[in-house]
């Protein structure tokens, strides 16, 4: 059955629909509690409440936009609000050690780690280097990023889940990505003193 389909069937409070809707959309909903909490305990809560939300609110859904758009949105809110209402502390940088080829990094965010075990250990350092730094962003910045490079959104995509142009959706991508780099960098010199 096709999205739209779904979430009628789910607005009737039809059960199997909605563990259809939960088994589809459970990945996507928990992975961007937790890019944007930080903590798997929270986005597993989060989820849940995300969940919840859609099936007392699925009347209110309008097929102006795809469902997992809404949903993106849902969660997105909730994570955010979550971080707000709990003062989750902007996160400094992270310290520790990073290689060189300081500009490939963030194009290797979501490339697969090497087989060998040394470079996978160290892939999986530079990737929870990178996951801790891109919590350290502002949040309207490190929300963007998320959702482009971990969620593989389009910028259009992203600017209807966070109800803004798609101009500004560019600008957060962009000062996400040159705060990132300086951070980058600035890990790689102190590295080589």
Same mark, same amino acid.
């Given at each position: 059955?096709?999205?739209?389909?779904?979430?009628?069937?789910?607005?009737?409070?039809? /059960?199997?629909?909605?563990? =259809?809707?939960?088994?589809?959309?459970? +990945?996507?909903?928990?992975?961007?509690? *937790? /890019?944007?909490? !930080?903590?798997?305990? $929270?986005? =597993?809560? *989060?989820?849940? =409440?995300?969940?919840?939300?859609?099936?007392?609110?699925?009347?209110?859904? +309008?097929?102006?936009?795809?469902?997992?758009?809404?949903?993106?949105?849902?969660?997105?809110?909730?994570?955010?609000?979550?971080?707000?209402?709990?003062?989750?502390?902007?996160?400094?940088?992270?310290? !520790?050690? %990073?290689?060189?080829?300081?500009?490939?990094? *963030?194009?290797?965010?979501?490339?697969?780690?090497?087989?060998?075990?040394?470079?996978?250990?160290?892939?999986?350092?530079?990737?929870? %280097?990178?996951?801790?730094?891109?919590?350290?962003?502002?949040?309207?910045?490190?929300?963007?990023?998320?959702?482009?490079?971990?969620?593989? *959104?389009?910028?259009?995509?992203?600017?209807?889940?966070?109800?803004?142009?798609?101009?500004?959706?560019?600008?957060?991508?962009?000062?996400?990505?040159? $705060?990132?780099?300086?951070?980058?960098?600035? /890990?790689?010199?102190?590295?080589?003193?």
């Amino acid at each position: 059955m096709n999205d739209e389909e779904l979430i009628k069937r789910v607005a009737q409070k039809d /059960r199997r629909a909605f563990e =259809e809707l939960v088994n589809s959309y459970r +990945r996507l909903v928990f992975n961007v509690c *937790l /890019r944007l909490t !930080g903590d798997r305990e $929270t986005a =597993e809560d *989060l989820a849940q =409440e995300v969940f919840f939300h859609v099936y007392i609110k699925a009347k209110t859904f +309008r097929s102006k936009s795809k469902l997992s758009t809404w949903l993106y949105r849902i969660a997105v809110n909730r994570s955010l609000n979550y971080n707000r209402k709990n003062k989750v502390p902007h996160r400094s940088p992270p310290s !520790g050690s %990073f290689t060189e080829n300081v500009s490939s990094k *963030l194009e290797e965010i979501s490339s697969p780690p090497s087989y060998s075990p040394e470079k996978s250990l160290e892939n999986k350092e530079e990737k929870a %280097f990178i996951r801790q730094t891109v919590l350290s962003l502002p949040e309207k910045q490190r929300t963007a990023f998320i959702l482009y490079y971990w969620e593989e *959104l389009s910028y259009k995509e992203i600017a209807e889940i966070l109800k803004t142009s798609l101009s500004s959706v560019e600008s957060r991508i962009h000062r996400a990505k040159k $705060t990132l780099r300086e951070i980058f960098l600035e /890990r790689v010199v102190n590295k080589s003193k």
